[in-house]
């Protein structure tokens, strides 16, 4: 039992010693019967989840709507807009249901909606990927990112996860069984968020099959420019490795910088699988339809998983999803989207400063850093999840600790995530509520 578990703890030591002798990842002899099962690993009886589940708990979305529910406070925590997308759109998927195609899908999407992702894709001044071979819809952008890591990690590859990160990246790593290797996300001299190239350098190794990157990210919504976007390009290209580009909030670039996926670089479309999905820019989160953009042999990899992860995805939905991306009203709706956003992070981000919070203008998506230090360190609160629990329980306004993202939880413990994808009014109500915690008298948590 003890040798067992030193070989599982060991198994992806960077020094391969135990990997590299016991080749455990032999094919097994032919079956006889009756099939015994080899020894288990030991189960730690006080819990049934995984070991490579387990140390990931519930995630802080469920932990902090529940604790926003609890005390009626305005839920800036997580990612959702309060108002639905367009009526077209909703109409189309009302029409698809009513129109009995209310069974499986083919594996890869419907060919209606695969063609629509690549006309869109092309339009936004990338190559036009083959719909046959190159694109899979999957179970919204997260299904994509399992499948993806699914499809091509083997046990203890390593990928590259850039910190403060979406937090489904570090889970399906390790249910690839597969090692994350992260790069810090910083406050930079000019005020936006970026990584140092050498970080990037320092954490590539002999093992690293793969970076992960996001862009425009979340929570800093910061969009990674041609010189970052070209160190990951040059360190893909000179370490032969594959690039996975999570670009959910590709359609939400709310200032005059611009989003560029990493597979429009040279050398870059034969190696990187480009993630997104609907429902950020059709305000549709539930709906849950994503899609994988990749070169055939990547495209293999990722349909090898999500063929028994989801086999297919919501046929009806997939119907409305092609509408939405050839629909010109439904083009016009995200600018008019775009368009509030905009405004909304100005009023949040401006009263952000004014309450003595110290807001980083997001370039895109949905969500505002602010450093709470000024505003919570009167009431004895340093750490960035009493000040969220504080906020939720006292304020009435919920909010995401960052740290929740982060591996080094020092990276982001002077942070606050606000999601601004919420009505004006509702973001005025929180400002308000925010406004009066603020000008109480400071409660002591000295102790929390
Ligand atoms: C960076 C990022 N990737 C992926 C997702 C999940 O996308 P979907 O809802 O399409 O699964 C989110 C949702 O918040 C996100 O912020």
Redo the contacts with the bound molecule.
Sequence with gaps: MLAWAIIRTNRCSRFGLVTGSLNLYEPPAPARYPVRMPPQAPRQRDSQVTSRLRPFGTTIFAEMTALAREHNAINLSQ?FPDTDGPDALLDAAARAIHDHDNQYAPLPGLPVLRHAIADTWSANGNRTPDPESEITVTA????A?AATLLGILEPCDEVVVFEPF?DSYRACVAMADAVPSFVQIRRGPEGRFVFDPAHLAAAITPRTRAILL?TPH?PTGTIFDDQQLGVIRDACLEHDLIAIS?E?YEHLVLDDASHRSIASLAGMADRTVTLS?L?KTFSV?GW?I?WAIAPPDLTKAVRAAHQFLAYAVATPLQHAAAFALTDPDCDRWVGDLRDRLRTNRDTLSDALADLGFDPIQPQAGYFIMADHTAASSPRGLVDDVAVARALTAEAGVAVIPPSAFCVDRELCRDQLRFAFCKQPHVIDEAIARLRRWINEPARSHADT
């Design positions: 990612g919204g952008c997260t299904g990112i979406y996001n979340n999570d959910v999905s429902g989160t849950k994503g």
